[in-house]
């Protein structure tokens, strides 16, 4: 089965398995026991990188391939019409190494429980990438499903992917264990638990609605369900506080996200704090999203967008001027254009930025390249999330040291950091007043 990605100038020739990123002119054996073969497209330049990825969320990992330009994990597009120059060019993200910083001090040791103590929210998590190496065994006991390996270590160590074409093996994988209602309340359960051992008062997942929908072909009514109930357990037993982001994936374009959000407006909107989108942004020039986001707009329901993680700081003016986005999730790539900076700054408008993330998928290609500390000085209110936290070997906390550490930060940095996510967060006026208040008798 033949699939073109049109706009990135590579035939993928795809024996019902997935299409890793590829540059054009690369030999067809690069993927080896991928069935995959690479044919370079006539209109492709030598070097294009090809941002092909998976499904999001289809519900097989072998599902075909049968749209022009796919979707990556989790929303992390590389659209290469919008890169910044300063990105690098990889296929591959290297393994992620925690202890990897820029200024570690033996005399700044990083003060993780006065730090751990810090009422804070964390605004950027997608739930699918959640599930961490036991919950990943429960779910394959559960569905009789033979597991990567037969401990916790051993799946920790499967999640140390080495190139992209290992990082899509393991989230599919993981896929393909969410299969029931029961599934997605154990993760949402488990992911409050770890939240809330980490300080955290008030988490905003992301879902991945549309690809659910209209890739996995599953009903949000019963995904929706089950989250609500893993999310209540998790509330009765730690009071911590939560809410819904279904996100779309613009790879499938705007009347297919229109057609899937509409089942999501038809259920329960109790608990939708907001409608998201991931990336990566090829069909934003192409497709016009932004009824989408009136239309959730009229049901009472504001926008948040990821933006500007691997591309320009275009992608978050278009997001903020045609989603009317309140938050961007990622936003890095904004500090190459002074404009947006100020458009961010005079509305007020954050970035929930994910620093390991950013480091393991070569969004930067070290933390001394990281624009966290210039966008803080730049006055752009900022919030840190894992956003696929056991995939990048990383928690909330670490976020947080990585920040202390990458940026020079002190105490008072830190509160500042947590402030601003309870400021930023949806939650109600009452929650974020009292939080804020145990801040600062932090």
């Known amino acids: 089965m033949q699939h073109r990605a049109a706009a990135v100038g590579v035939v993928g020739v795809v024996d019902q398995q997935l ?91 990083f003060p993780l429980e006065e730090v751990r103590a810090l009422p804070k929210a964390e605004l950027h998590v997608h739930l699918e990438g959640t599930v961490d190496p036991a919950t990943l065994l429960d779910l394959a006991a559960r569905h009789g499903a033979e597991p990567p390996a037969d401990t916790v270590e051993g799946v920790q160590d499967w999640y140390r992917f080495d190139g992209f074409p290992m990082f899509l093996e393991r989230y599919f994988a993981v896929l393909e264990l969410l299969r029931d209602p029961e599934d997605f309340a154990t993760i949402a359960e ?36 089950g989250i609500v109930e893993g999310c209540q357990r998790a509330a009765d037993r730690t009071g911590i506080s939560w809410g819904l982001i279904p996100d779309m994936s613009p790879h499938l374009g705007a009347a297919v996200c229109a057609d899937a959000m509409e089942e999501v407006f038809a259920h329960d909107l109790t608990h939708l704090l907001a409608v998201g989108m991931g990336g990566p942004t090829d069909t934003w020039r192409t497709d016009d999203f932004s009824p989408i986001f009136r239309r959730a707009e009229s049901l009472g329901i504001p926008a948040v967008s990821h933006a500007a993680e691997h591309g320009s700081a275009w992608e978050i003016r278009h997001a903020v001027e045609q989603f009317g986005a309140r938050r961007i999730q990622h936003g890095i790539g904004v500090m190459a254009d002074p404009d947006v900076v100020a458009l961010l700054v005079e509305r007020g408008i954050p970035c929930d930025v994910a620093p390991g993330s950013n480091l393991a998928l070569h969004a930067v290609d070290s933390p001394e390249a990281h624009p966290l500390r210039r966008m803080l ?33 002190d105490m008072d940095g830190m509160a500042a950091l947590a402030r601003s996510s309870i400021e930023h967060s949806l939650a109600s006026d009452a929650d974020k007043s009292t939080w804020l208040g145990g801040l600062a008798g932090a």
């Open 377 to 409: 000085d730049a006055g752009i209110a900022v919030t840190l999330g894992s956003d696929d936290p056991p995939l990048f070997q990383t928690t909330l906390l670490e976020e947080y040291q990585r920040a202390w550490e990458w940026c020079d930060l």
């Open 190 to 225: 488990r992911y409050l638990d770890t939240a809330h051992a980490q300080g955290v008062v008030h988490v905003e997942l992301h879902v991945s609605a549309t690809g659910h929908i209209a890739e996995g072909g599953k009903a949000w009514a019963p995904i929706h369900d």
């Open 19 to 109: 299409l890793p990123p590829a540059t054009v002119g690369d030999d067809a054996d690069l993927f080896p026991g991928l069935g995959v073969e690479l044919v370079p497209d006539a209109d492709a330049r030598q070097g294009d990188l090809a941002d092909v990825g998976h499904l999001l969320c289809s519900s097989r990992p072998g599902a075909p391939i049968d749209v022009d330009v796919v979707n990556v994990v989790a929303g992390h597009g590389v659209p290469t019409a919008d890169r910044p120059e300063h990105a690098p060019r990889r296929c591959c993200p290297r393994p992620y190494d925690p202890n990897m910083t820029s200024s570690q001090s033996p005399t700044r040791p």
